[in-house]
């Protein structure tokens, strides 16, 4: 047991901190999550990769430095400290990547990963679809076998795709045994959305970016090349990435104590509008980033040591997401009438309501909890 | 950066569990109870001294086990889940390192590390859970600095309470007890400081082991239960309450562990982490036995069933701890916020 920061890991937060400082943008860009936003996102996502910094715990051949689990938390602290702008490179570095690095071939690795690193291919999760949202086993769009062309034909309807209008690829879950039921008989597949009989459409979310999309496939062909793991194992494939984006992969709790921080520096310029009650949502809600962060240093030792986290992710879910909104309704809360101001707050309110739905609902993270962390019956 | 238990402390913590196991199940925390037979209470006592838990928290020169905060983290929480009806979170992580600290005036050191020493802690209001079963009660409040006393020595009445293992007393006279009665220890203020947060992180330890208690209980329970053709633990509705239960605890043991760690190390985090766990603590243990009760349907909501046992003592324990109101405007002042405003609702 030994709480304090390793000297190299501090010299690490050190470097990244001086980098973000004098490289992150002069001013906020616009939401990423539109099509001049994702532009000047990508410009800020180069010049992470110049200076090294998009995928700090990747591997130095595939553009990354081979930080450590720990510096990978403390890069993740500083880069929300510093208010550098959101990650629209996320969907793939923290979630196609890991499924790359578990189950893709070197040539897979060697050809998606660099150019993955470098912002030049754009990823975007094909998952969910219109009939298929949290019961995901039931989705329907299916690859057809092409043995004379050595890959599948892909037919389907993706939805509520993050970014889709404005990324280059997908990966996503097909049928390829139509004889197969529920998550059997599903593979893996990656998708470059230029490919002929693709046809994409974005549309508003609840924020009214156009951060969604529908991506329709009429017969797309995709080669073998780009089958990530075994035909028909991409249940388990997928569920590799599930981790990842439930766990602390895709919500590291540096986003969540800068966050806190930010609110504590409101209620600080507002003290004429902190009464009692919202003293202590602040508390309250400060003190929920504190107990993610050092939850998350418990998980992190107990991964190092050879107990990845499994079924636990599913509790970094469900604290997370309503963390967020905790935090970001109480600075609407302190910021009174002008809570209705479309500005950063507001903006992040409605971002933080994705959060329990996004990633698996959290009625199917409790799900999760109950059964395997809990061992109660199913259903 | 190592944030676990290391092998020593968890091997230890190993020995308390099973020691506890043994000798504290449900029938000896109901011999607690007006009317129980206290004799299987003071073997417990006597196993908890020969195992040196008493005196975790006295150096070793003076026959404890030297140990701190940290490594006493996982001991109360083990104490908790068993609910102890003894004073040994009073004993061991309040008394005993403060009449260390003080240089034993008294003498009694020795009978604490022998296991012929309980040691009650005045609470707020002048309740002293456990005061009618123990040697000496330790008042941290008087005017000239602590003091440790015999029951008989004060003026006190017994105190029927919700938890009935408690057996409290409450202190009846004057507060500001005689220079001739008892044992004063003349200790720096910061150390009673320390005393105050060591019970609190005591508190908080407990609570989490409650808590755990109290789910496992309801786990066992809702596992075998069958209404409408099929266990109760397969419904959603009762799923979804037993999972956020266990996020709760999840989430309050590593802040109660930091707690601890913070407190060994001398941090000056110590307040506010201490405050944190607590609140942390308290809220999951509170709501775990929400839960729990819940779950379990009119089976728990009596005293036949042992689930009372624990969330009774959950909430003594949130009783008797300086309340969230005091940790709430700590925790918020050390994390840089302003005073609260009277005004409700400020202005626009």
Known sequence: MDLRPDPADEQFRAEARDWLRAHRPARPLPSGDTRAGF???????????????????????????????????????????????????????????????????????????????????????????????????????????DDAAGGWRLTGHKTWTTRGAFCTHLFGLFRTDPQQQRHRGLTYFLVPLDAPGVTVRGFGRFDGDEGFADVYLDDVFVPDADVIGEVGAGWRVAMAT?????????????????????????????????????????????????????????QVTRMLDGDPPGAAASLNKIHWSELDIALHRTALDLLGPD???????????????????????????????????????RR | MRFALTDEQATLRDAVDDLLTAECPPAVVRAGWPGGDPAPLDRLWTALAEMGLLAAMVPESAGGLGLTEVDLVPLLTAAGYAAVPLPLAETAAVAGPLLAAAGDPGGQLAALVEGRC?????????????????????LLTPPDGP???????????????????????????????????????????????????RATLAASAQLVGLGRRMLDLTVAHVGTRRQFGAPVGSFQAVQHQLADALLGLE???????????????????????VSAGYLLAADAAERTARAALQCHGAIGYTTEYDLHLYAKRGWAIVAATAGTDHHLDRLGTAIGLPAATAEQGGRP
């Open chain 1, 39 to 145: 532009a000047a996102h990508l410009e800020w996502e180069r010049t992470l990769h110049d200076g090294g910094w998009s995928v700090v715990s990747w591997p130095r051949r595939y553009g990354g430095r081979d930080a450590s689990l720990w510096q990978w938390l403390i890069f993740e602290e500083e880069y929300a400290a510093a208010g550098a702008p959101q990650r629209v490179t996320q969907n793939g570095i923290f979630l196609l990547a890991p499924t790359l690095f578990e189950f893709g071939t070197d040539e897979q690795r060697d050809r998606i990963l660099p150019a993955m690193a470098a912002a030049e291919q754009l990823w975007c999760q094909g998952w969910s679809e219109p009939e298929a949202g949290s019961d995901l086993a039931a989705l329907t769009s299916r690859a057809v076998r």
């Open chain 1, 242 to 298: 599930t981790g990842s984006e439930r766990g602390l992969t895709l919500r590291p709790p540096g986003r969540f104590t800068a966050a806190a921080a930010r609110l504590v520096q409101l209620a600080g310029d507002r003290p004429d509008r902190l009464t009692g009650r919202l003293r202590e949502q602040v508390v309250r809600a400060w003190l929920g980033a504190r107990a993610y962060h050092l939850f998350t240093l418990a």
């Open chain 1, 339 to 377: 809570a209705e101001v479309d500005a950063d707050w507001t903006r992040g309110f409605q971002f933080s309501l994705a959060g329990p739905i996004y990633a698996g609902t959290n009625e199917i993270q409790r799900g999760i909890v109950a059964e395997r962390l809990l061992g109660l019956p």
């Open chain 2, 118 to 138: 309980r040691i009650a802690v005045a609470g707020p209001g002048g309740l002293v859970p456990y005061g009618q079963r123990a040697d000496l009660l330790l």
């Open chain 2, 147 to 197: 003091r440790l006393v015999r029951p008989d020595e004060v003026a006190t009445t017994p105190v029927p309470t919700m938890d009935g293992s408690r057996a409290a007393l409450r202190l009846t006279g004057d507060p500001a007890v005689g220079p001739s009665v008892g044992t004063r220890l003349d200790v720096p203020a910061d150390l009673l400081a320390l005393a105050a947060d």
């Open chain 2, 251 to 273: 989430l309050a043991a590593p802040a109660v562990l930091a707690a601890g760690w913070a407190a060994a190390t001398g941090a000056d985090s110590r307040p506010a982490d």
